[in-house]
T-cell receptor, first 115, second 115 residues
């Protein structure tokens, strides 16, 4: 069975602060994929990143960065210099090869960025 | 705009009724997925179709059914509705058959309220 845990239910920061969203996963598969999706107040789910289990290289995209550590089964997401537009619910998700993209989602972390 | 179109955006109905949610996938995508987002259960995979055929089933109730038509649009039918069926129903699409690497593109969702 697969499981994704996002222990932080809600985080509030002031604009320009850095914030890290934690994601811990469990799977018995050796090949798997990890994802982050963003759900802004408008409700849609927006894809942010995909990482496969063989690629532990960290990734940076603008103010976003991701830290994948297989040893601790974690795939954390950091937003640098947060902005009000970053306010959303962020979901971490996991899928294994051959599972027809049945994404297992975490419960989400609600990020509130204020001025 | 993700390219995945869902209708209706909002739907209010009574217990015991039946509703149909419709989804048009992104151009070129052959797979369609349905997910349910509720406060109790979070984001849960319901079912996947690839090119008209059912490919994977998740936690879909027997009162729910889906199909994908030759033009690749999909419909999710929910019958004998109960209060607990109130949720945001997402459709997503992907290009391939649905291996774990597939990135799903989500629609804006259909919010169902059962009174």
């Amino acid at each position: 069975a697969q499981k994704v845990t996002q222990a932080q239910t809600e985080i509030s920061v002031v604009e320009k602060e850095d914030v890290t969203l934690d994601c811990v996963y469990e799977t018995r598969d050796t090949t798997y994929y990890l994802f982050w999706y963003k759900q802004p107040p408008s409700g849609e789910l927006v894809f942010l990143i995909r990482r496969n289990s063989f690629d532990e290289q960290n990734e940076i995209s603008g103010r976003y960065s991701w830290n994948f550590q297989k040893s601790t089964s974690s795939f954390n997401f950091t937003i640098t210099a947060s902005q009000v537009v970053d306010s959303a619910v962020y979901f971490c998700a996991l899928s294994a090869t051959g599972t027809a993209s049945k994404l297992t989602f975490g419960t989400g972390t609600r990020l509130q960025v204020t001025l | 705009d993700s390219g995945v179109t869902q209708t209706p955006k909002h739907l209010i109905t009574a217990t015991g009724q039946r509703v149909t949610l419709r989804c048009s996938p992104r151009s070129g995508d052959l797979s369609v997925y349905w997910y349910q987002q509720s406060l109790d259960q979070g984001l849960q995979f319901l079912i996947q179709y690839y090119n008209g055929e059912e490919r994977a089933k998740g936690n879909i109730l027997e009162r729910f059914s889906a199909q994908q038509f030759p033009d690749l649009h999909s419909e999710l039918n929910l019958s004998s509705l109960e209060l607990g069926d109130s949720a945001l129903y997402f459709c997503a699409s992907s290009e391939g058959q649905g291996g774990g690497a597939n990135v799903l593109t989500f629609g804006a969702g259909s919010r169902l309220t059962v009174l």
